[in-house]
């Protein structure tokens, strides 16, 4: 299969290279990109089986993202998400890497889960995946896992994501321990005391609902735990799902003191707050909680400067049923894989990054913090790119999600950002005339 | 109106036609013969995921007075235990053609989740810590009768207001009037950040000061453990109301509490059994409004 691409404005932070190219892949490899000084005129043949041309005019091509933190729940949890549909829901983002996350059952805390992950990943997946092993054993807090062998396994990190580690002194032999390893903690920071039984952000509606607030200090206590303890062994050390605005202090703080920190956010936490949640909506029950607006606008802050350094999408499908109960024992999380970029884009049309800020922390950015090796846009690299139209308005429809998991809170929700082709080796995903 | 979900969806207005219409009722329930026919040949069904004799006695006989088929599904005959979800539970008794359910659940959102789900007509009686509406009607049914408005009025609310929703639904429909409202309590047990119309106060001499009505909350033993209170009995020292405490409310406050009360605990016997206390008028105003509540819902045609 050839396919060509003309006129796309190229932006790729791998290469550093941006500009307006014409792109052949043949094969699954780039044979060749033609960067240019002016939009040529042309006509597109039809697009026939072995050979698809598109005239890109308008349209942008960067490099395939990076999730560094999704649920494929697979093995274990197959009636929420497979790893055949996890990774057709990241192509149709436009993602053709996802981390996926080691709360799966069995826990992956043992080389064997890796391999089997990988295989499966290898037969059904349309994607890359690099699984995440979990920092201890069962995610109970209180053994190291094999940590040197899930590595060479295929593990790209640790992390016990969904629980924190309560023990202070286990946390820091990981971090000491990762050292050796050569690849980074990723910590949930939660402390599973503050939060209690709680099930949404601690506040005004939090009382109105009657529902048990979580306070911010739950996440704040923690995340200055982390970089203390990253500080004390110099270890790195990767903050997820960032959603207060004290975090992003404590994090700035240690950026500019040197600790070897580096943080995510998720689209929810600087698109909503806890007002999603008045009508009891559990589609927007998320762990962390979304929080005030104080707390968006203050993660937006941190995007622009650059102290949240990814966007990863937390993406944690759930069945139905696990959503059509009452808010307190609805399961927490958001199918996020198919909106991520769309509600990411919005930062860029309403100012907040440039186009380059943000596909650097969809790509580049977790790339460098999993010391993943990708090649970009480049002659003789493996295809692994995607062509974005920025300003197509669409309508999110949880029913066309390719993701078994149809727990969002953006159902309905009109957006601009469309990923138009993913092409990642010789498979091409066309979503030029999907919903 | 369907549903009594909770005094948050209702208006000034749909308030004073309840409680206009609970005072009819309270004059049918003076009568010899209590019952009225009205809803003969429709079925109630209270649905109890919680034990409570009180509230469940209460619709029961506010029912019966209607005319209404009972019937009672409590937690230990329930299928909860073996692990059916409340969609399924609701589905079920869906099946069995009631008209009203009356639903009792330890989930916030639990009655507006059932409502949402079922053609019938849900009246909330108590859903986790969110709202229990007909309790704070008949609060203001008989706040009412004794002073004979609302507007105008200063009430105290006093004790454990996080994990009362007797206090919430009491706020709500206080907040629709133009009232002056106080959470009065040890901070552990008041919100973090309260609603702009509530004042609050950790001392409860301030917090009752030249009050209307002092409503009193049950604090749960099981409060001392989560370290809200180091003891009932400190608690009792410094917020339980005491016979001495009368001089910094208004002459004619009156005393209210949603029961059961703990004496000794948020109320001193004095308190309880003297007169300005109207707790057992509440309990009989209870039925009135209940009455009143079904009375104006109307279930949607399945």
Redesign the interface.
Known sequence: MIIKIYNAHIIDPFTSKEGIADIILENGIISKVYFKKKISQLKVSKSSSSVIEINAKGLYVFPGLIDMHTHLREPGYEYKETIRTGTLAAVKGGFTSVCCMANTNPVNDNPEVTYYILAKAKEEGSCDVYPIGAITKGLKGEELSEMAMLKEAGCVAFSDDGMPVMNSMIMKRALDYSKSVDAPIISHCEDLALTEDGVMNEGKISFYLGLKGIPKASEEVFVSRDIILSKYSGAPLHIAHVSVKGSVELIKRAKEEGVPVTAETCPHYFTLTEEAIRDYNTNAKVNPPLRTEEDRQAIKEALKEGIIDVIATDHAPHHIDEKKVPFQEALNGISGLETALALSLRLVHDDILSLRELIEKFTVNPAKILKINKSGIKEGASADLIVVDINKAWTVDKDKFASLGKNTPFDGWKLRGKVLLTIKGNKVFDMRKSG | MKDLVGI?ELSRQDIEEILNTAKAFKEVLQRDIKKVPTLRGKTAINLFFEPSTRTRTSFELAEKRLSLDVLNFSVSMSSVVKGE???DTLKTIEAYNVDYIVIR??????A??VSEHTPASVINAG?????HPTQALLDAFSILEIKGRLDGLKIAIVGDI?HS?VA?SNLYLLSKFDTDIRFVGPPTLL???A?DNVRIFYDLKEGIKNADVVMLLRIQLERQKGAFIPSLKEYFHRWGVKKEDFSYIKDDAIIMHPGPMNRGVEISTEVADSSRSIILRQVTNGIATRMAVIYLLTPREA
């Open positions: 948050k979800t409340l969609y659940h330890s989930s916030s959102g639990s507006k989740f859903d986790g810590t969110n709202e996080i929703r919430r919100p973090v950040q609603p």
